[in-house]
């Protein structure tokens, strides 16, 4: 059954820029804190998504240019919310829940914890601090996935989970361990932390796909400022912020 609804997902969001990795609730809920779990059985199939670094041009572009006078938000989000709230046309037999990076619960935390939602579907390995044997830092170090493809050139956007369909027998792969030496962690780490914004942690693996420039570019501007680089009308701007 997993198969066949991964096969299904991967034809809808393949095209548009997005991955698709399956794993079980259980399999998360396992490893977060009780006020993070996902309220579904352990069983429950669910697939977190991503977007690899051609969904700037596959989906966003074509979706501000079609979409451009209905843009009300972040045109990402917009975007992504988009393309997996149609998913439920693909699946007129099933329930499909969907939550997004970008919702928050009413405390302000996320709805799910994105990094492990990847790591334990084998999608992207979280890296963190315990991942490095000898810790040299002193304050708080915070976690980044990277991916065995695009290393940081990719953004975690959502989960599927369909509350109706129970696979006790899906096997769990691990992620790939693509910063496997403990000098690379401790770079990456600290890439991450303390220097994210040149963007170099990204390329902390050799990396098969990234962003092009056009999509630094808009990723490095101040949201505030990214309508203009999408060519999204001042009118559309104000009724955004206004």
């Known amino acids: 059954m997993e198969r066949r609804v991964a096969e299904r997902l991967r034809g809808a969001l393949d095209p548009f820029g997005f991955e698709v990795h399956a794993f079980k609730v259980g ?8 006020a993070f779990h996902l309220p579904y059985p352990d069983d429950t ?11 700037f041009e596959k989906a966003l572009k074509p979706f501000v240019n079609k979409e451009r006078l209905k843009i009300i938000r972040d045109p990402v989000d917009q975007c992504v919310s988009y393309h997996l709230s149609r998913l439920k046309e693909k699946f007129p037999d099933q329930t499909v829940d969907i939550m997004f990076d970008y919702e928050l619960l009413p ?3 996320p709805k799910f914890l994105a990094q492990t939602a990847a790591h334990v579907s084998g999608a992207a390995y979280y890296y963190q601090r315990k991942d490095v044997k000898l ?5 708080k170090i915070f976690g ?28 769990q792969h691990a992620p790939v361990d693509c910063v496997s030496t403990e000098e690379q962690r401790i ?30 570019t808009y990723f490095a501007t101040p949201p ?9 009308t001042q009118e559309v701007h104000r009724s955004i912020f206004h």
């Open 27 to 34: 399999w998360y809920n396992a490893v977060v804190q009780p």
């Open 107 to 109: 405390n302000r935390k």
């Open 144 to 171: 980044v996935c990277i991916h065995p493809r695009y290393g940081g050139w990719f953004a975690i956007r959502g989960l599927l989970l369909f509350p109706d369909i129970q696979v006790p027998f899906l096997e």
């Open 135 to 139: 810790d040299p830092w002193g304050g």
């Open 224 to 232: 505030a400022e990214r309508f203009k680089l999408l060519g999204l």
């Open 187 to 216: 770079e990456l780490l600290e890439q991450f932390n303390f220097h994210w914004q040149d963007t170099r942690y990204r390329d902390i693996i050799e990396v098969r796909e990234k962003y092009s420039e056009e999509q630094k």
């Open 45 to 55: 199939l669910a697939f977190v998504v991503l977007s690899a670094p051609s969904m």
